[in-house]
T-cell receptor, first 115, second 115 residues
Framework: AQKITQTQPGMFVQEKEAVTLDCTYD???????LFWYKQPSSGEMIFLIY??????QNATEGRYSLNFQKARKSANLVISASQLGDSAMYFC????????????FGTGTQLKVEL | DAMVIQNPRYQVTQFGKPVTLSCSQT?????MYWYQQKSSQAPKLLFH???????NEADTPDNFQSRRPNTSFCFLDIRSPGLGDAAMYLC??????????????FGDGTRLSIL
């Protein structure tokens, strides 16, 4: 069975600083995808970044990058130059080939960006 | 431009009174999902459609039903809402259900309250 673990229920960061949100996963599948989503207090779930299990390079999307360490089964999200609008809940999620494209979510990390 | 549209954004219904939530998409994606998300929790998959094929999660109560009359629309019907069904309901789509690199695209959600 697949499992995603996010050990940081809440994080604080100062504006313009970088922050790392942790995510570890457990799966016996070789082919899988890892995703990060942002959910502001308004409720919508916004796709941020994707990393495939066979991708050798870490994914980047603007200020978001994914620190993928396959041997350690970790997929940490790095947000550079934090902005007030980054305050939100962040979910790490995984899906695997043959699983009906079902996302397995972690419990989330609430990020608060401060002045 | 919104690609996954959920209506209404907020829904209030009475205990036991049937309610229908709607979702439409302009992405022409094959797969549509319904999630239930309770406060401070990760989304929980209720069911999904792969084209016309309905896939129910084993622990989804019978009280929850779904319809997909065409590619663009999907409905969530709650036959007799109980107080425990108050939650955010998220609709999502993805292009394919057989590969692990397809992100799911979410709507803004419908927040359901039960009186």
């Amino acid at each position: 069975a697949q499992k995603i673990t996010q050990t940081q229920p809440g994080m604080f960061v100062q504006e313009k600083e970088a922050v790392t949100l942790d995510c570890t996963y457990d799966t016996s599948d070789q082919s899988y995808g890892l995703f990060w989503y942002k959910q502001p207090s308004s409720g919508e779930m916004i796709f941020l970044i994707y990393q495939g299990s066979y991708d050798e390079q870490n994914a980047t999307e603007g200020r978001y990058s994914l620190n993928f360490q396959k041997a350690r089964k970790s997929a940490n999200l790095v947000i550079s130059a934090s902005q007030l609008g980054d305050s939100a809940m962040y979910f790490c999620a995984m899906l695997f080939t043959g699983g009906g494209n079902k996302l397995t979510f972690g419990t989330g990390t609430q990020l608060k960006v401060e002045l | 431009d919104a690609m996954v549209i959920q209506n209404p954004r907020y829904q209030v219904t009475q205990f036991g009174k049937p309610v229908t939530l709607s979702c439409s998409q302009t992405l022409n994606h094959n797969v549509m999902y319904w999630y239930q998300q309770k406060s401070s929790q990760a989304p929980k998959l209720l069911f999904h459609y792969y084209d016309k094929d309905f896939n129910n999660e084993a622990d989804t109560p019978d009280n929850f039903q779904s319809r997909r009359p065409n590619t663009s629309f999907c409905f969530l019907d709650i036959r007799s809402p109980g107080l425990g069904d108050a939650a955010m309901y998220l609709c999502a789509t993805s292009r394919d259900a057989t590969v692990s690199n397809q992100p799911q695209h979410f709507g803004d959600g419908t927040r359901l309250s039960i009186l």
